[in-house]
């Protein structure tokens, strides 16, 4: 019989893809495997479509869940999802998160898999129920997916790192590429995404910024737009939304070549920055989703270390203040990143973590 992995990840979308290099890694090490995945509705879309694995099981977190359901209704959903899971009989369950994961080492036990697979902290009650622990420890200052990647260690996965992988619903792609055409709009030589979300407000970049640089982009390079965003109101608690500053930018942007691109769910989001040429954003899940579409990357961050959260195995400039505000970043230094962005991509050249001022 065939063995059987479940993938525990029930972090952020960028977290989910920075895991996608282990699941392809295991994929090739047993090829012949059932590989699941558990994942929360919200990041679900990221493994939608990859061959590397067999079954997406997912559960709504409380503050995700839809109007009109109650937090008792989603938890008993969560317990018919475990009950579900475990009827599969695991042979190995990996919790596949940085150091030790109390909440789904939890989970990973009522499964009752044969083997359960994650990072070990000493004093942390209940790590001895990991029958494979790999001891947490990081010696020098690593990216997210190469620490994920530790996690295979165990298995004797220890082949060179694939690279970060989604895959573009092929309807949502249909469209885009419809509504650009219908654009009838000169071939430019690059079409340029432009993300102007991000859920920190330190990672935010101003409105009239995003319209300096544009301008300046289309003015330089003819270049064109896809602007995503994430829908709705900003006075929203749980899920703030941009819809009046792309409002603002399409506004001011008038005579540019722009197709506005709003993320009402994440497989449009994947689907928009999968046709784009190259991309402007901050950090966050939308950055690391045009890194595993293998697109060059300016990106400006803000809080995160970059060190730890880069755009993985793609050209990229990344535009960090001394103060870690976005906000000071300016848009001739964003234009200047950009001019170099487009050197390193014409050359090949994969970025290196820096800070610029």
């Known amino acids: 019989m065939a063995l059987r992995f479940l993938i525990i990840r029930r972090d952020n979308i960028g977290d989910l893809v920075c895991t996608t290099p282990m699941l392809r890694a295991l994929r090739e090490r047993f090829p012949d495997a059932e590989i699941h995945a558990l994942v929360n509705s919200y990041n679900r879309p990221v493994l939608e479509n990859n061959p590397d694995v067999d079954g997406i099981h997912a559960y709504t977190k409380v503050k995700?869940?839809?109007?009109?359901?109650?937090?008792?209704?989603?938890?008993?959903?969560?317990?018919?999802?475990?009950?579900?899971?475990?009827?599969?009989?695991?042979?190995?369950?990996?919790?596949?998160?940085?150091?030790?994961?109390?909440?789904?080492?939890?989970?990973?036990?009522?499964?009752?898999?044969?083997?359960?697979?994650?990072?070990?902290?000493?004093?942390?009650?209940?790590?001895?129920?990991?029958?494979?622990?790999?001891?947490?420890?990081?010696?020098?200052?690593?990216?997210?997916?190469?620490?994920?990647?530790?996690?295979?260690?165990?298995?004797?996965?220890?082949?060179?790192?694939?690279?970060?992988?989604?895959?573009?619903?092929?309807?949502?792609?249909?469209?885009?590429?419809?509504?650009?055409?219908?654009?009838?709009?000169?071939?430019?030589?690059?079409?340029?995404?432009?993300?102007?979300?991000?859920?920190?407000p330190s990672q935010r970049w101003p409105a009239q910024r995003f319209v300096e640089l544009a301008r300046r982009l289309h003015r330089e390079y003819r270049a064109a737009f896809m602007l995503f965003w994430s829908p709705g109101d900003n006075s929203n608690p749980l899920h703030p939304g941009d819809?009046?500053?792309?409002?603002?930018?399409?506004?001011?942007?008038?005579?540019?070549?722009?197709?506005?691109?709003?993320?009402?769910?994440?497989?449009?989001?994947?689907?928009?920055?999968?046709?784009?040429?190259?991309?402007?954003?901050?950090?966050?899940?939308?950055?690391?989703?045009?890194?595993?579409?293998?697109?060059?990357?300016?990106?400006?961050?803000?809080?995160?270390?970059?060190?730890?959260?880069?755009?993985?195995g793609v050209p990229y400039v990344l535009l960090q203040s001394p103060g870690r505000e976005v906000g000071d970043i300016t848009v001739e230094q964003a234009f200047e990143a950009f001019r170099d962005l487009l050197a390193k991509s014409e050359s090949g050249r994969c970025g290196a973590p820096e800070a610029r001022p």
């Open 64 to 200: 995700h869940r839809p109007a009109g359901k109650t937090a008792a209704a989603v938890l008993i959903d969560r317990a018919r999802l475990v009950m579900n899971l475990r009827r599969l009989k695991f042979d190995y369950v990996i919790l596949a998160a940085p150091r030790f994961q109390p909440r789904s080492l939890q989970l990973a036990r009522l499964l009752k898999p044969q083997h359960i697979i994650g990072y070990t902290e000493a004093g942390r009650r209940g790590a001895a129920s990991i029958d494979m622990p790999v001891p947490y420890a990081l010696p020098t200052p690593m990216h997210e997916v190469d620490d994920v990647f530790r996690l295979l260690a165990p298995l004797g996965v220890e082949a060179a790192l694939p690279p970060l992988r989604v895959f573009p619903d092929p309807g949502e792609a249909k469209r885009l590429r419809e509504a650009l055409a219908a654009r009838n709009w000169p071939s430019p030589p690059t079409l340029v995404g432009l993300h102007i979300s991000a859920r920190k």
């Open 243 to 312: 819809d009046a500053k792309a409002g603002e930018i399409v506004t001011a942007l008038e005579g540019v070549p722009v197709l506005p691109c709003p993320s009402v769910e994440l497989k449009q989001l994947i689907a928009g920055l999968s046709l784009c040429e190259r991309v402007v954003c901050s950090d966050g899940g939308a950055m690391h989703i045009a890194a595993a579409a293998g697109k060059p990357i300016l990106c400006f961050f803000g809080q995160s270390e970059a060190t730890r959260w880069h755009p993985w």
